[in-house]
């Protein structure tokens, strides 16, 4: 789990799980992209903020969870903080297994649990104002 102003290169995380073992057989990605509208507002920019100590915490215990319940090898999270760019890149989480069935049931359930648990928040600051919500 890494929290930070930028995010790694995906090519080297991908390889990074590659290396893992040559059982790897998939990698399911997902990518979380700013979007430009919030409702019918122009959105200009996010910005996050982020319980930096309790959060790789929680993603690992995600992990764990998934390694469990779907056979995983491996996954990867990675969320940034401070003002991120319409456009911008927010999240990386890879998913690392011998089969894409259980990548992608994991990679839904990981990016959903995400959503809901880690300790990070976000504010969208739209051309009418600026909004925190909920279930970044």
Known sequence: MKISHN????ETLIDRLKRITD???AIAI???VVRGKRNDEKVLRLEYEAYEELAPKVAEKIIEDAKTK???IDACI?????????GG???YVLVASKHRAEAFQALSEIVERIKR?????KKEVTEKGS????NV
């Open 7 to 10: 995010l790694d290169d995906i």
């Open 23 to 25: 059982e790897v057989g």
């Open 78 to 86: 990675q969320h940034r903080i401070g003002t991120v760019k319409v």
């Open 131 to 134: 909004y925190w919500v909920e």
């Open 89 to 91: 890149d927010v999240m």
């Open 117 to 121: 648990e880690l300790p990070i928040w």
């Open 30 to 32: 997902f990518v979380g």
């Open 70 to 72: 779907y056979g995983i």
